[in-house]
């Protein structure tokens, strides 16, 4: 089971009129319809990633990994992400080097931290 | 008086290790009764809401709330705003608490004096959606303390009133109760955020100070808060009586063993977001994890954990959430504190639920005697419906979408249109 998170806000510093969709929940919708065919895939819909400079924005964070974010995505990315999903969910840490990404996420990697690992693994 | 009773629920009850079948009735704006598995209520005269298996637990607490930061970058640019604007800020923020499932806040610290003061009173008359909020006051701190942001030739509005000497204190805690705050904040540390002015471990306030404001404030029957990383602000915290104790950071043992000896007297707000996210997610905002080395943030980080570890260990009650309202913890995140409760300070998931709801339900009550934060009989029905079990996930909880239902005192803020339409809706959006 791997999560992927999505910003629902960005872009933040472009907000759109109150009836309007937000690029992120724009992104959101298309990576969570088109997730729902792998169970083993859960889209977490979220306010924020913390990359709002560089929208649009997701997340991997699964317990004891690395977490890595990206920004500037967009629709097209969808499958991509998908695929760097089930890469991250095979790591034993999450550290992706770029090689294992799609080559159109290379450039998107927007953070990676790995506090958390030796956390978990002391307890 | 209107009747909703949840049948078909997963009951987290606010402090079971479990999920328990049930069923749950709310009259008027309280739970009246709770049926245990194979056990039904009584439906005459009540909505009934088939919940179809969702979740039922206690609306969280958000005990170290911000509701009037405006998600800048620096403590100075939190107030940056005329006041006609922070207003409608703080209206939109106290709703998008709501919407994420916080069905109570305690102010602590509000950017300027009256921002929390007048959003509860307009939540409480029913005229904007949001949280219970108990209204805190700006920081007090002193001269060059913490949200002291001046310089001699150059004057920075900050979140701060500054005192000097118990005697402003006094006047400036009386003055706020006046004007209708129900938490006195103090600063009685530093902190990463006023490098390079004074470190997080560094204590600029008098016991003569606190005691004053402690001594104020609890004459009037009002609740104390203080911002305290160093020990000895936290060793002044239980000398005067502090209920909230913010961050803690750099207890040492023998002041956690004072703690765990009147435990039933303080809470714990690691605010612990304020330290993860700005030593490694602020980059984009120009703070580097080098950046937050130099100015003391990751080892404000790396110490809290270590205590709170510890604290928690104990059975010092610390309470998830606090700080959001920066640009790198903005409101709306707030319930990612669930996740680094489990995997920073060795929480149990429904440890870290118990703190949210239970916990943070009992230190919003204090010493009224109302009752909140549980699902059982007489407590007030502050309610979330989860599309999911969260003892599994936590992270369901940062996800809006999860949440079926939101009823705060008995009314649906987001009523439930069934765990199936809320699928269908997202697809067709
Ligand atoms: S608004 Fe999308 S990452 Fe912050
Ligand atoms: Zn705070």
């Not at chain 2, 996740?339 to 300070?345: G, K, M, P, Q």
Request: glycine letters at 8%.
């Amino acid at each position: 089971m791997c999560r992927i998170f999505i910003c629902t806000t960005c872009n933040r510093y472009a907000p759109p009129r109150a009836d309007e969709t937000t690029p992120g929940l724009r992104l959101a919708r298309i990576v969570k319809a088109a997730a729902a065919q792998d169970k083993a895939i859960a889209v977490r819909m979220v306010e924020c990633l913390n990359t709002c400079p560089n929208p649009c924005a997701a997340a991997f964070r699964e317990p004891g990994k690395a977490v890595i974010r990206f920004g500037g995505l967009e629709p097209g990315d969808t499958s991509a992400l998908l695929a760097a999903a089930t890469t991250y969910a095979q790591s034993t840490d999450g550290i992706l080097s770029p090689n294992t990404l799609p080559e159109r996420l290379r450039s998107k990697i927007a953070g990676c931290i790995t506090l958390g690992i030796p956390e978990l693994a002391r307890r | 008086m209107a009747r909703t009773l949840f049948t078909n629920t997963m009951i987290f009850e606010g402090t079971g290790k479990t999920l328990v079948p049930g069923e749950v009735l709310v009259q008027g704006n309280r739970i009246h009764s709770v049926a245990k598995p194979g056990e039904t209520l009584p439906r005459e005269g009540a909505q009934v809401v088939d919940a179809g298996g969702a979740t039922l637990m206690p609306g969280m607490v958000n005990s170290h709330a911000h509701p009037t930061y405006n998600n800048g970058t620096s403590v100075a640019e939190l107030t940056n705003l005329p006041v006609e604007e922070h207003v409608l800020l703080c209206m939109h923020t106290a709703k998008l608490n709501l919407d994420m499932g916080f069905t109570a806040l305690i102010g602590a610290a509000s950017a300027k004096p009256r921002l929390d003061i007048v959003i509860r009173n307009e939540i409480n008359k029913g005229r904007i959606p949001g949280p219970r909020m108990l209204a805190g006051s700006p920081e007090l701190t002193v001269t060059g303390g913490l949200a002291d942001d001046n310089q001699l030739d150059a004057k920075h509005p900050s979140i701060s009133i500054i005192c000097d000497g118990p005697e402003e204190f006094r006047k400036t805690v009386r003055m706020l109760i006046r004007e209708g705050v129900d938490v006195i904040k103090f600063n009685n540390s530093g902190d990463s955020f006023c490098y390079p002015r004074m470190a997080a471990y560094d204590n600029p306030m008098t016991d003569a100070e606190v005691a004053a404001i402690c001594e104020t404030a609890n004459n009037i029957g009002k609740r104390l808060a203080a911002h305290a990383h160093a020990d000895s602000s936290v060793r002044q915290c239980i000398k005067h009586g502090v209920e909230f104790i913010f961050h803690a950071s750099f207890a040492t043992d023998e002041t956690i063993g004072m703690l765990e000896r009147v435990k039933d007297k303080h809470y714990i707000s690691p605010a612990i977001a304020a330290r993860y996210n700005t030593t490694y997610e602020a980059k984009d905002w120009g703070i580097t994890t080098d950046v937050a080395e130099m100015i003391g943030n990751k080892r404000e980080l790396e110490e809290g954990i270590k205590v709170m570890i510890k604290m928690h260990k104990a059975g010092i009650k610390v309470l998830p959430f606090g700080d959001y309202g920066f640009a790198w913890l903005p409101h709306g995140t707030e319930a990612r504190d669930l996740e680094h409760f489990v995997h920073l300070f060795g929480f149990e998931p429904w440890e870290a639920l118990r703190a949210a709801t239970a916990y943070g339900g009992e230190a919003w009550v204090g010493k009224s005697g109302e009752k909140m934060g549980r699902i059982a009989d007489g407590y007030l029905a502050d309610i979330l419906l989860v599309d999911g079990n969260p003892l599994l996930d936590l992270s369901l909880l940062q996800d809006r979408h999860a949440l079926l239902a939101i009823m705060k005192d008995g009314q649906f803020h987001k009523p439930f249109q069934g765990r199936v339409a809320q699928e269908q809706q997202i697809a067709a959006e």
